[in-house]
């Protein structure tokens, strides 16, 4: 799953953003249509074209900045359709743009068959989502994107929302997924990711940062509420910090070069079936909740490498 980058520059302003803080949004000339093809030939002969999981090639997601507004983002989207007709392509967007209906089904007409939609909330109305997006009006749009894409995607297209964890956005999080529960359905599920404190984040992590137990311990306290979506999972959580009942539902989705595993994850059974501890933490809290097993515990596994634990 190589995470591509499709244009620099973002019409949101998140606290959370692992974007580089300073250059990053003014490189677009590194983003036109011709060097993304240019990258995307280079992928495809096996040169190392992108940063993150460039080596996989089972899917591909679109990230940014945010790729819809890229002045050639159909002309990119239909290119990569052309190219690879039938794998997963997933878009990560904050959806604003699919308030207009146009936009909504040419995108969803583009993007075919096995076309997934990813898009961050970070409230439940306008004051708690843009307390982090920190730009007026986007509630209201991301609100109605969804519901487009709800209203005009087939049934092999898919959307699912992110929350990404961070100290700002717990308090609302049962209200968000009430809310999520409520509001759209028909959604594929949540995608419950812990913060990456890096670039924006990092000059941010003062009121941002929160550590991996304390958010845990809230997840399982609202686990009844994300039992009631159609599907829930955890990104970015070693398996030691979560409490059993959130095991099965921890993914590995992070690029090995983001993570370490520590001295004391050398001797833990579950090392195989772990994503590893994010650099950034590790930056800010060093390793104290971490913890081996030294005992393999009754597990289901499963053969997905992303989503090794299945059961208990
Ligand atoms: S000790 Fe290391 S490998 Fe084991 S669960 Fe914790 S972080 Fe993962």
Aim: proline letters at 5%; glycine letters at 6%.
């Amino acid at each position: 799953m190589p995470d591509v980058p499709v244009w620099p520059k973002c019409n949101i302003n998140c606290l959370f953003c692992s974007n580089p803080a300073e250059g990053y949004r003014e490189s677009q000339d590194d983003y036109t249509f011709e060097v993304f093809a240019k990258k995307w030939s280079n992928y495809l002969k096996g040169k190392v074209s992108y940063y993150k999981f460039n080596q996989v090639d089972d899917f591909i997601s679109l990230t940014g900045g945010e790729p819809t507004i890229h002045p050639d983002f159909f002309k990119i989207l239909g290119f990569l359709r052309k190219s690879w007709p039938d794998r997963d392509i997933k878009l990560m967007t904050n959806a604003r743009v699919f308030r207009y209906e146009d936009f909504a089904k040419k995108c969803l007409r583009l993007g075919g068959r096995n076309f997934e939609i990813y898009t961050p909330l970070c409230g439940y109305n306008a004051k708690t989502h843009e307390a982090i997006t920190r730009t007026p009006g986007s509630f209201d749009d991301t609100y109605q994107g969804i519901k487009n894409v709800l209203k005009f995607k087939t049934s092999t297209q898919k959307i699912g929302i992110r929350i990404i964890l961070n100290k700002l956005q717990m308090p609302a999080l049962k209200k968000m997924v009430q809310f999520i529960n409520r509001e759209f359905s028909g959604i594929d599920g949540v995608d419950l990711i812990f913060i990456e404190l890096e670039g924006i984040a990092s000059k941010n992590a003062g009121v941002l940062k929160m550590s991996m137990k304390e958010c845990a311990l809230e997840i399982e306290r609202i686990r009844p509420f994300l039992e009631k979506l159609p599907r829930f999972s955890l990104f970015h959580f070693p398996v030691c910090v979560l409490p059993k009942g959130l095991w099965s539902y921890t993914w590995r989705t992070l690029d090995p070069k983001k993570v370490i595993y520590a001295d004391v994850c050398k001797k833990c059974k579950m090392a195989d079936y772990c994503v590893g501890i994010h650099r950034s933490y590790v930056k800010e809290f060093g390793l104290k909740d971490f913890k081996a097993f030294e005992t393999m515990p009754k597990v289901v596994i499963s053969s997905n490498k992303y989503h090794p634990i299945v059961g208990l």
